[in-house]
């Protein structure tokens, strides 16, 4: 339907509005995307500029995907568009057509895109990231194991939603290959590092 195409169009456009960018850029910040993992992402931006525009950042990038995924909701349109929509938000984030088709690694919009399916859903892995940053101390391994396990938690909640949130994992997996060689080196560096001052 036109609505279905709109709202992957808009969900694209969204998904591109680099916040880390825009936000390190407004707060007078280095760049992300030249500074720490080069990422441009909340976990960077903590790393580079603290904890204000992480959250800033987490924020609006979590908005990216769940407004669209909302917004189409909304309009009707029908469950299996609704799962390109998260698709197309998430992509606009990790290739936005406003920064040279260069973004980030796409936990947070998806995250947002998977949040508007439900609450109990988002609760769970959003305690799953939580819980693995805070025994690891690593952002990008919360990531990759919440990957891992959404399409599990999603098979069990909503099974109709089991496809697109299994294609958003791989995104976000994709995405995390430096990170996953950096971990298994032993070289990936922690969140923590950062909230404890310790260096
Ligand atoms: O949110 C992205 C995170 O999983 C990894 O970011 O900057 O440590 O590569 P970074």
Redesign the pocket.
Known sequence: SANALGMIIFAYLCGSISSAILICRLARLPDPRKF??G?P????VL?IGGKAAAAAVLICDVLKGMIPVWLAYYLNVPPFYLGIVAIAACLGHIYPVFFHFKG??G??TAFGAIAAIGWDLSGLIAGTWLLTVLLSGY??L??IISALLAPFYVWWFKPEFTYPVALLSCLVLYR?H??IQRLWRGQ??RIWHKLKKKT
């Open positions: 720490g993992s990422n992402g909340a976990t960077n790393r980030g690694k936990v947070a952002s990008s919360g990531a995390h430096d990170n990936e560096s």
